[in-house]
């Protein structure tokens, strides 16, 4: 086994699968369409419009302010089951892949990659939680409009690559005339690692402050996972990649084998949320939790609820 320092292993024969091996990529979306098509999809309005208000309001310094603010994890505490019940009725605005809630696209891809890689249980987790961190728009969390929560994600503080949907209006950004932000390198340095650079704010950057602050026992792949998931521009179109280093490249693989289920699983059939949710408890106790937490429920059995409560 390949382990990283209190986090979960890793298989040592766990090898991600290419784009040809491993889920077979349907050929069109839940409306009959192509995926990420960002010119015809039938919700095209309401995409655009999202897109519209994140390029012209994620500025370096509004992403600074928010991410600072809710590093302090201040917000709610509850168990990560709790959380997932909280997107039952949410939508995506930025996805013009599907409008179904957002609940079942955690299981759709959670179910689609525990298919194909049965005993790597830390990637059957980050499917469920990846996209955990869209609890931001809930009252809970401040209501924060669908432009600071959902849609792809990329550097701040450097200039926007044309590969980021919707480009033209960065042009209404402040930042994007401004010296300091819109060149290649901007405020970074080539090779300085992804952790050295601040991304737009959204629902991955939190749900990754959340895990690694909780102190997760999953692997560093599935924390990169969850916290580039939506980079698209650098893990589908290779943009920005001269700011990664080596441990980046290294994750890198696991993200883009995890990016086909993200994406393609996504489907108007539903899961059965009870018939699969105690497999899923059963991983957020092995696996999401610190290892004294684990103890701590082994030791006390029924008392647990409060133990295996998160701080958000």
Known sequence: MIAVENQAPVSENAIPKDASGGFVV????????????YESSVRLSIVENCYRLNHINQTYDFVKKTREEYAKLNK???????????????????????????????????????????NEDWLHLTALIHDLGKV?????????PQWAVTGDTYPVG??????????????ENPDYNNPAYNTKLGIY???????????TWGHDDYMYMVAKANGTTLPSAALFTIRYHSFYPMHTAGAY???????????????????????????????DVEKVKPYYESLIKKVLLPRKAQMVILEVGRHTALRERIRL
């Open 76 to 118: 709610a505490e509850m168990s990560i089951w709790e959380a997932i019940e909280l997107l039952d009725s949410f939508v995506d605005e930025s996805d013009p892949d599907i409008d179904e809630p957002q609940i079942q696209h955690l299981l759709q891809s959670a179910e689609a990659i525990r298919k194909d890689y049965p």
């Open 136 to 144: 931001l728009f809930h009252s809970k969390f401040g209501s924060l």
């Open 26 to 37: 349907p050929e069109s979306n839940a409306f009959g369409q192509s995926f990420r098509d």
């Open 158 to 171: 450097c200039a926007y690559d044309e590969s980021i949907v919707y480009h033209k209006y960065f042009k």
């Open 241 to 271: 990649q001269y700011l990664m280093n080596e441990e980046d490249r290294k994750n890198l693989k696991w993200l883009q084998t995890f990016n086909k289920y993200d994406l393609y699983s996504k489907s108007s059939v539903h899961i």
């Open 189 to 199: 340095s080539e090779g300085c690692g992804l952790d050295n650079v601040l991304m």
